[in-house]
């Protein structure tokens, strides 16, 4: 039997008038996005403020964890303009943040990192103001790869958590909870100027001791910024929501967050790691 959503996951039906807008300078560009790509609850807000976290390269990931909506199949080829693009994109919306991710490819000799620096390089070449957030994946732990990301100099680097550790063979079972923590621990050491951030799901079966564990372990880590979210199943092939948690719960987990050290923390049911991501800068 499935549970039903409760009342505080359950979102309002909006109009925006940039919503099409948005839509149709993505699809002509042929670039993608994570809001449609895991079909995150927060999209029709985020581009009725002319925002959007674009994914880069492809629709396909190499990697098949089971929490994620991502298209798990055979990779595509990489798009050369694609960098181009998205600084064109990125300049039509006049964007102060951006956020760029990309489906894990496993099947490149450096898993996408120079693709993340020729991102990062064309919007800079646009605007050298505008805050640019990168979300990247493990690169399995090649220190060379994530040098090349940080050189880049973007402003924040992100590389989510998703769970605690237990959860990762059910749910990650390609990651690895320790190397996703020195990946955020190498990255400050590489450069200490850039922020770094990650993303924690709820509602996957965890425990409240297991939580509070994880975000010391980012902090040991020296991560700058957290997000904590309510997990969604996307289908019924998904993993199964274990509990729906309740907001004040995301309050108690803030409260935590901030007393460990954080500089900025977002927690709430409906709070992904990408979600109004302009307002980690604003009190730093």
């Not at 449609?36 to 098949?64: Q, S």
């Not at 079972?173 to 924690?200: C, G, P, R, V, W």
């Amino acid at each position: 039997m499935i549970t039903p959503k409760p009342e505080w996951l359950k979102i309002k039906a909006q109009s925006n008038i940039n919503l099409n807008e948005v839509e149709e300078l993505i699809k002509g560009l042929s670039l993608n996005t994570v809001c449609d790509e895991a079909a995150c609850p927060n999209r029709i807000e985020c581009y009725g403020r002319r925002t959007a976290t674009f994914m880069i390269l492809g629709r396909n990931c190499t990697r098949n964890c089971q929490f994620c909506n991502v298209e798990k199949n055979h990779p595509q080829p990489v798009d050369e303009n694609e960098p181009k693009n998205i600084a064109q994109a990125v300049k039509i919306l006049n964007l102060k943040h951006v956020v760029i991710t990309s489906v894990t490819r496993d099947d490149l000799k450096d898993g996408g990192a120079s693709h993340f620096a020729r991102v990062v390089d064309e919007i800079r070449k646009t605007n050298k103001e505008i805050a640019i957030e990168v979300l990247i994946p493990d690169f399995r732990g090649d220190i060379n790869a994530l040098k090349i990301v940080v050189n880049s100099k973007p402003n924040i680097i992100g590389h989510n958590i998703e769970t605690v550790p237990r959860l990762f063979k059910p749910i990650r079972s390609k990651a690895d909870y320790n190397l996703s923590l020195e990946l955020l621990k190498n990255s400050k050491q590489i450069d200490e100027t850039i922020f770094t951030k990650s993303s924690i799901m709820l509602g996957l079966g965890e425990t409240k001791d297991e939580v509070l564990k994880v975000f010391k372990d980012l902090r040991n880590a020296d991560c700058d910024f957290l997000c904590v979210g309510q997990y969604l199943a996307p289908s019924k092939k998904h993993y199964p929501v274990q509990e729906y948690i309740h907001p004040d719960i995301f309050d108690y987990y803030k409260k935590m967050a901030f007393e460990m050290g954080f500089k900025n923390v977002s927690s709430g049911p409906l709070v992904r790691s990408s979600y109004q991501a302009d307002k980690a800068l604003e009190n730093i």
